[in-house]
């Protein structure tokens, strides 16, 4: 089955040290994108990737690093730079990003999610 | 800053009343997108509007997308308690490329 696979599911970390977030989708998915979700609140997106060895900084990127060497993965790293990093982590794909507006090109699918707690 | 916003954040209905949610972009939006996250679970997308003025339905769901291209609205006829959960609407401001999420609105269905 195709999807999109985050990993780890749970994660704790303590301050000062650096985590890695993984994402891969199977989906043949040429844009893919992390956002951060904080309880009782909205999605707000870190980075995105349109295309293999490509990527753009969203509204909340200070503090986190990614890479797109592959077209099926998009890890996201947490630095120590992020003052409040304990967050649900979501990873999504879509066919591409957004270009063809009358198209569900742009039709975001989700991985399940990767929560981080800061202790 | 955010520019999709959401109201109400929250509603908390008893089963059989009817449910809506808004959703209001400071910006023209090129389409609108309204996603589904349970509790616990994460989005899931459910329909994308492009046209001025758009009704589309899917059983007892009915999305609309003004004719400014600036709002949108989910509105649910006889709620059940499957539909529990988080609404998100997502669009895509002029001159960018990714979604921007609204705020949502959490949904509780008491039976």
């Known amino acids: 089955d195709g999807g999109i696979t985050q990993s780890p599911k749970y994660l704790f970390r303590k301050e000062g040290q650096n985590v890695t977030l993984s994402c891969e989708q199977n989906l043949n998915h040429d844009a893919m994108y992390w956002y951060r979700q904080d309880p009782g609140q909205g999605l707000r997106l870190i980075y995105y990737?349109?295309?293999?060895?490509?990527?753009q900084k969203g509204d909340i990127a200070e503090g986190y690093s990614v890479s797109r060497e592959k077209k099926e993965s998009f890890p996201l790293t947490v630095t120590s730079a992020q003052k409040n990093p304990t967050a649900f982590y979501l990873c999504a794909s879509s066919f591409d990003a957004g270009i063809h507006r009358t198209s569900g090109a742009n039709v975001l699918t989700f991985g399940a999610g990767s929560r981080l707690t800061v202790l | 800053g955010q520019q999709v916003m959401q109201i109400p954040q929250y509603q908390h209905v008893q089963e059989g009343e009817d449910f809506t949610t808004y959703c209001n972009s400071s910006?023209?939006?090129?389409?609108i997108q309204w996603y589904k996250q349970r509790p616990g679970g994460h989005p899931v997308f459910l329909i994308q509007?492009?046209?001025?003025?758009e009704v589309k339905k899917q059983k007892r769901l009915t999305f609309q997308f003004g004719e400014a291209k600036k709002n949108s609205s989910l509105h649910i006829t006889a709620t059940q308690t499957t539909d529990v959960g988080t609404y998100f609407c997502a669009g895509r401001p002029a001159g960018r490329r990714a979604l921007t999420f609204g705020s949502g609105t959490r949904l509780q269905v008491q039976p």
């Open positions: 990737s349109q295309i293999v060895n490509d990527f």
């Open positions: 509007l492009v046209k001025s003025g």
């Open positions: 910006t023209t939006l090129s389409n």
